[in-house]
């Protein structure tokens, strides 16, 4: 599916679009990201990673940063820190989601504050919300599934419908292809550099969100999603 529709990602990605930006609160449809972004998913992924780490690669835990490869597939991670003997990443990929679900499991993933609030205004508004994240499929299922939160997208967007997840273009163009969205009406709302990046690869307009790391890359930044909610609902636009 991907690969057959590669042509016309690229004519997205190269077609000279010209975004006119607009108040954030002007845009219909609204392209989330997960971690870090709704869900305090952040330290649950660190952990996992380090616990990983721990069994397979001690000598990386050092030198390791989750904040720098924030928002990536497990794949990417894994490859950017050296393990690409392909018996092993497969070892460590495996490993990784499995701790990672263990912890959702268990309850420790939860909403960020006004995250519900946000997605619930939105979806009742003339807006459309989507998904777009590096996660996997079954990890983010599940997590939708323990928050209550599988019927609040209108589409769900995860590394399974892509080769390349973030700081690729894929799953947005993915998703703007899909549900046939006009890019000019389409805003990212993301918190890592690897979102934002992906987001702009893709021409889409990029609202920061969470981290202030982000701050000067995003076309606006919102330091926590109350803020962000005042921006789009409460504004005189």
């Known amino acids: 599916m991907v690969a057959s529709e590669t042509g016309i990602y690229e004519l997205v990605r190269f077609s ?14 609204l392209l989330f990201d997960f ?10 992924h660190e952990a996992a990673f380090r616990d990983v780490l721990s069994d397979e690669c001690k000598e990386l835990l050092t030198e390791f940063s989750y904040e720098s490869i924030k928002g990536s597939t497990t794949e ?8 690409t003997n392909s018996k092993k990443l497969t070892r ?15 309850g420790k993933l939860s909403l960020l504050s006004g995250a519900l609030e946000l997605l619930t205004l939105s979806r009742n508004s003339d807006r459309r919300v989507f998904l777009v994240t590096s996660g ?4 983010v299922s599940l997590a939708l599934n323990v928050l209550n939160l599988d019927k609040m997208f209108e589409g769900i967007l995860t590394s399974n419908d892509v080769s390349l997840g973030k700081p690729a273009p894929d799953l947005f163009l993915c998703c703007l292809h899909r549900f046939g969205l006009s890019p000019a009406m389409s805003v990212a ?12 690869s893709a021409g889409l307009a990029v609202i920061g969100v969470n981290n202030p790391q982000i701050a000067q890359k995003a076309d606006w930044f919102y330091p926590d999603l109350l803020s962000l909610q005042t ?7």
Request: proline residues 3%; glycine residues 8%.
């Open 35 to 44: 971690d870090g972004t709704l869900v305090n998913s952040t330290p649950l």
């Open 189 to 200: 709302i993301e918190d890592a550099c690897s979102g934002v990046s992906a987001a702009r």
């Open 92 to 106: 460590c990929i495996a490993a990784k989601q499995s701790r990672y679900r263990e912890f959702l499991l268990e």
């Open 136 to 139: 996997s499929a079954d990890s």
């Open 76 to 83: 990417n991670v894994f490859r950017q820190l050296g393990i």
């Open 16 to 29: 000279g679009l010209d975004i006119n930006f607009m108040h954030p609160g002007k845009y219909k449809n």
């Open 231 to 237: 921006a789009i609902f409460d504004c005189r636009l």
